[in-house]
């Protein structure tokens, strides 16, 4: 059986549950506290050396980290993954954005206001900079699901799972959505998929 070491208010997390869900896929999960240095020890080190979650123990053994790999590894020969050459290069295009343009940007600013009660003078410093970033994220996605129903082939897939892990809890970095209706009612559609669970899902 899969195991998967998670953090609970992990978006990348999340995403991997997501889809594991939506699957039927069985697994365990293991719970790893970031708040208090659980990936930070040399027995989960000894797992991820990067010392991050999610990471994802297959059946021989093999650790696999990195959420957006774990997908494309359950979702090789899914519904979710294209088969088309160009398909799956658009979802890998938007993954990317996920991770470079939206990510660190949504996410880290929704994780210093969800789990602290107050910023650093740092934070407070690179909040107005990663708020603006986190906009002009959300602004791309509104233009392109303005003419798409989903990311990539008119269809839910792998690219849809990416990007909602972070921007349905958007609110909780108190990231503004109401000016974004194209991207509101994706996440509603993503919402209604078969499968879906919430962040906090527990398998």
Known sequence: MLTLYDFM???????????????????KLV??????????????????????IPALQLDDGTYLAESDAIL???AEGTQFAPADRL????????????????EPFIATVRFWRHFFDRLTPLQELELPGRMEKGYAALGVMEKHLGRHEYFV???YGLADIA???????AAEG?????????????LA?????????????KN
């Open 174 to 186: 108190s990231f503004d959505l109401d000016p974004y209706p194209h991207v509101c009612a994706w």
């Open 31 to 52: 719970e790893c506290d970031i708040l208090k240095g659980e990936t930070r020890t040399p027995e989960f080190l000894a797992k991820n050396p990067n010392g991050r």
């Open 153 to 155: 082939g008119e269809r």
């Open 87 to 102: 398909a799956r290069a658009q979802t890998l295009q938007w993954m990317f954005f996920e991770q470079y343009s939206h």
């Open 9 to 27: 208010g992990s978006g990348n997390g999340y995403k991997v549950r997501l889809l594991l869900a939506q699957l039927a896929t069985p697994y």
């Open 72 to 74: 494309w590894y359950l």
């Open 163 to 169: 990007l909602y892990g972070y921007t349905h809890v």
């Open 189 to 201: 559609r993503v919402a209604a998929q078969p499968g879906h669970v919430t962040i906090d899902h």
